[in-house]
């Protein structure tokens, strides 16, 4: 794993390989944008040899060069930064994401130094989680030797600024490893990972935290009535598993639940998917490994609010077994649900969970899911749905999102769509109208929600797994999506933010009001 530390040496005094900076387009072609102890040293020849190289200074761009006679690096990555946004610099994903590119093409090197031009602290915690997300490599099935994420970085701040950046770069150690860890769970493949493996690595990491775990595993789950689990883990060899993980705090005035889709692996059961669809489905427990990363870095970052995680494990296969198209199911509450689709398993698992964590009457719920493809049709692969019962939470929701710099957007729960889940035998049934089948998911769920607990349900089936190369601070396969609004959510909660409560139309606006009175 990547050590990261922080100093304020200049760049140049650094015995490290590399150094990293950051370049913007000029007039006359690219610059170094001047960064923390960068002062001076890459003046000289520099813009020449980056203008001779063809860098041009945009965003993602990396190019290297030998550095200036006298500089401690020998070498010098300049990675491009794109025009900056407002006269007070980059914003944070901008940052963000060049740290990221960094850190992933100089994979295989030992010694980095990050000389970007990080003026804020919300800067500096945005190269240093950058720079971690940027190393990750999922490499445990490779037995051929592998270039092995940077050793040490190595983050020049401005004097002035070395206690908080040093407390910034301790929470991005926290998110940066979480993210990860949630990425390792969806790139692990189903042999591997699957309920019952899924639920030992989540008690072990219980007990190295401090967390209190409770696992119901078939016979608990059979005893308790949890039928949409079970149905949807009975054609599997591989029992289903309905884990709790909770932090809790002592001074904590707040609650919050998340829920989490854990399909191990997705076959569609009876109403097996084709080939195309069916391979990429190891990925369906992106949203348990979201809700499980996000609840170890809420305890690690000892955030003064409750918050349990439910992950609800099944694998969903077709055997002689399996669930049938046409079966009811006797969900935990004791309401049916006619099985129209195996295929529409992840909300027959979050319904029994959404039942069971609303128990506890937390102060807001939120479930995350690789739900559905038509979210992913909707939405494309680089945003995630939110969907929500009141626009007050949902939008607290997106705006935490905004800040952790994760990509979401609002989806609707159309009533009208309500009836097409409308069954001639059961309560309800688990498929109704196609069109809008992401919305669809979400009114399904919402049946499950107990009445007056704020919930949303986010739907992360695109952007739970890249298929494509790696970007900015993204690697290909798991991406980690959701942890870091889970965890900005709960540090909102931590800072008093009541779920509940609308937001506030603009600062502005409330300042005005402010004035009236
Ligand atoms: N896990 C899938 C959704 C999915 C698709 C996730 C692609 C990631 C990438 C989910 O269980 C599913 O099969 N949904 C069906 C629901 C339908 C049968 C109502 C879908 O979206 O097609
Ligand atoms: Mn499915
Ligand atoms: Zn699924």
Known sequence: MTELTVTTTSVASLPAEWAVIGVAPGAEGPVPVPGPGTSGSFDDGIPRLLAGLGATGAPGETVALPAPAGIGPGLVLAVGLGPADEPGGYDPEVMRRAAGVATRTLSGADTVALALPARTTEAVEAVALGALLGTYAFTAYRTAAQRAPVRTVTMVVDPGRLTPAQAAVGRALVLGREVNRARDLVNTPANDLYPESFATTVAAAGREHGLAVDVLDEDALAAGGYGGILGVGQGSVRPPRLVRIAHTHPGATTSL?????????????????????????????????????????????????????????????????????????????????????????????????????????????????????????????????????????????????????????????????????????????????????????????????????????????????????????????????????????????????????????????????????
Do not use: Q
């Open 257 to 517: 639940a998340f829920v989490g889709k854990g399909i191990t692996y997705d076959s569609g059961g009876i109403s097996l998917k084709p080939v195309g669809a069916n391979e990429i489905m190891k990925r369906d427990m992106a949203g348990a490994a979201a809700v499980f990363a996000a609840v170890l870095a809420a305890a690690r970052l000892g955030l003064r609010v409750d918050v349990t995680g439910w992950l609800a494990l099944a694998e969903n296969m077709p055997s002689g077994s399996a669930l049938r198209p046409g079966d009811v199911l006797r969900m935990y509450g004791g309401r049916t649900v006619e099985v129209l689709n195996t295929d529409a398993e992840g909300r027959l698992v979050l319904a029994d969970a959404l039942v069971r964590a609303g128990e506890e009457r937390p102060d807001a719920i939120v479930d995350v899911a690789t739900l559905t493809a038509a979210t992913r049709f909707g939405l494309g692969d680089h945003v995630f749905a939110v969907m929500a019962a009141d626009d007050a939470f949902r939008d607290r929701v997106l705006a935490a999102a905004g800040e952790a710099g994760e990509r979401a957007w609002p989806m609707p729960l159309p009533p009208e769509l309500r009836r097409s889940l409308d069954s001639r035998v059961a309560d309800i049934a688990n498929h109704g109208e196609r069109m809008g089948g992401g919305l669809v998911a979400g009114l399904f769920l919402r049946e499950f929600v107990p009445a007056g607990v704020p919930w949303a349900h986010l739907d992360i089936a695109g952007p739970a797994f890249n298929e494509g190369e790696p970007h900015g601070c993204t690697p290909s396969g798991g991406t980690g999506c959701a942890v870091r609004t889970l965890v900005r959510l709960a540090e909102n909660a931590a800072a008093g933010e009541d779920p509940a409560r609308r937001i506030p139309a603009t600062a502005a606006a409330t300042d005005g009001r402010a004035g009236e009175r």
